[in-house]
T-cell receptor, first 110, second 113 residues
């Protein structure tokens, strides 16, 4: 069964304290892995797409990496405005629709 | 650019009532979809469409109906609301097909009493 698991469920950081979020997946054939950011009361907002193991993408303080079994979202020197829920999704199911994880809720305190 | 627009943002229904959640996009996207988001669970796909006149079921389609008469609009109908349908509903679209980067609306929060 295709599955996406994100950890931890919640993460509290002090401003400037770097950390990583994990997304592990099991799909029959990965066609793409996506990271989204979701603010409270809003719809998810696209961040990155990764297609193959070894690929990396960066945007401001965020860096996404991909291996054959998992992806990491590294957050360097986070700021309070980085507080949000981060969602991971994979395109690899038989229908081709995205399969989402449950998300990691990140809180960054000043 | 408006992007993906959902209405209403909030709705309270009684069990057994029917209603339609509206979704419109102005990006000329062929693919549109409806997800529901519940606490402690990931986004789950309800129905999707790869173009006007074409719809298909997702992971949790029971109790919902969709149609796609135009490229722009993709309404979601609740036929007879149940408390289990209390959720936040998101409409999403993209130009590349089901597996591409999705553009989401702001969501519609539905409560069924």
């Amino acid at each position: 069964e295709d599955q996406v698991t994100q950890s931890p469920e919640a993460l509290r950081l002090q401003e400037g304290e770097s950390s990583s979020l994990n997304c592990s997946y099991t799909v029959s054939g990965l066609r793409g892995l996506f990271w989204y950011r979701q603010d409270p009361g809003k719809g998810p907002e696209f961040l990155f797409t990764l297609y193959s193991a070894g690929e990396e993408k960066e945007k401001e303080r965020l860096k996404a990496t991909l291996t054959k079994k998992e992806s990491f979202l590294h957050i360097t020197a986070p700021k309070p405005e980085d507080s949000a829920t981060y969602l991971c999704a994979v395109d690899g199911g038989s229908q081709g629709n995205l399969i989402f994880g449950k998300g990691t809720k990140l809180s960054v305190k000043p | 650019n408006a992007g993906v627009t959902q209405t209403p943002k909030f709705q309270v229904l009684k069990t057994g009532q029917s209603m339609t959640l509206q979704c419109a996009q102005d990006m000329n996207h062929e693919y549109m979809s409806w997800y529901r988001q519940d606490p402690g669970m990931g986004l789950r796909l309800i129905h999707y469409s790869v173009g006007a006149g074409i719809t298909d079921q997702g992971e949790v389609p029971n109790g919902y109906n969709v149609s796609r008469s135009t490229t722009e609009d993709f309404p979601l109908r609740l036929l007879s609301a149940a408390p289990s349908q209390t959720s936040v509903y998101f409409c999403a679209s993209n130009t590349g097909g089901p597996g591409g980067e999705l553009f989401f609306g702001e969501g519609s929060r539905l409560t069924v009493l």
